[in-house]
């Protein structure tokens, strides 16, 4: 006798096998695709975030540097401010009979530097 219900089963079982195989393989796939998906947005997102750091850091540098550009013209108005006095007090001394050495020593520059200084400032205010 032949047994037609075990080889009935076998195939049965055959392909039971064959579609949980393809939904295996199915899901798998669709696991695998959102994994690229995810790893696309995430990147995506990395790149945005490293493009808004930039920016960031190119406004910030901007900022910085207008204001040490209004600094040194502060400090360049405060500098020729702080010569012009000086001058003037150097001419002063002068006026006063006061003599080259002594004025050097006080302003911490050279005779040679001071009368060359003194004659630019005198032929400006001429």
Do not use: C, P
Not at 37 to 52: F, I, K, P, S, T
Not at 104 to 126: D, E, V, Y
């Amino acid at each position: 006798m032949v047994k037609r219900g075990s080889f009935g089963g076998t195939e049965r079982r055959a392909e039971s096998y064959a579609r949980q195989r393809q939904q295996h393989d199915a899901a798998a796939a669709r696991r695998a695709e959102e994994l690229q998906l995810q790893v696309a947005r995430d990147l995506e997102a990395e790149g945005q975030r490293a493009a808004e750091a930039q920016s960031r850091l190119r406004t910030d540098a901007l900022r910085r540097l207008r204001q040490l550009g209004k600094d040194l013209d502060r400090l360049r108005r405060d500098e020729n401010a702080l010569l012009t006095d000086r001058d003037e007090l150097i001419l002063q001394l002068r006026q006063l009979g006061s003599n080259w050495n002594s004025i050097a020593a006080a302003a911490g520059l050279s005779r040679q530097a001071l009368s060359m200084r003194a004659s630019k400032t005198q032929g400006r205010s001429r």
